[in-house]
């Protein structure tokens, strides 16, 4: 049972940190309009995000 919960959490964050990096890219490229930037955004996924939603 702790081998299946072990399973989950990590499928969970994976998906997360995916979805982090493609929601911080695509918020990126709409407000600067620059591939180089969506990719370094992306990188900083959650962080971006949370930046871009406390300073906008």
Known sequence: MDEQKRETVEKT?????????ALAMVISYSTWHSVGWAIFHGLLSWVYVIYFILRY
């Open 13 to 21: 964050v994976k998906t997360g940190i995916t979805f982090g990096s």
